[in-house]
């Protein structure tokens, strides 16, 4: 949605280089967060990370609905064509990733911590 809104009615060469930014803020956000999140929860407690989360996320999201302006919309769409794009081989092929990212994340923490036992 972010990226559709800072690419319309611009150049291709601009879209490229907002969609760059815009990637660019997410990966930012999460090689930052995670390890910030770490040593938060290694000093208080796992939950008080989800607390943390929560606010950088209330805060992202006051900021958005504040400073992103809202698109016009061409022509409606039904919750039932929402639904469809589900069933696209490009976005089964995006869902799949994001499973495997996130299960081989989970995977390696875990080994990691097992391994960390062992010194």
Not at 26 to 34: E, G, K, P, Y
Not at 84 to 111: E, H, K, M
Request: glycine fraction near 6%.
């Amino acid at each position: 949605m972010t990226i559709a809104a800072a690419i319309k009615g611009t150049s291709p060469k601009d879209q490229m280089q907002l969609t760059a930014i815009i990637i660019g803020g997410i990966s930012f956000a999460q090689v930052t967060l995670i390890p910030i999140s770490t040593f938060v929860a290694s000093i208080y407690s796992w939950m008080s990370t989800y607390v943390i989360q929560g606010l950088v996320i209330g805060v992202t999201l006051l900021m958005i609905i504040r400073y992103l302006p809202s698109l016009p919309n061409d022509q409606p769409r039904t919750f039932k064509h929402q639904l469809s794009i589900l069933t696209q081989p490009r976005s089964l092929l995006n869902l799949l990733l994001i499973t495997v990212w996130f299960c081989s994340y989970g995977y390696f923490a875990d080994y990691l911590t097992k391994e960390k036992a062992h010194d």
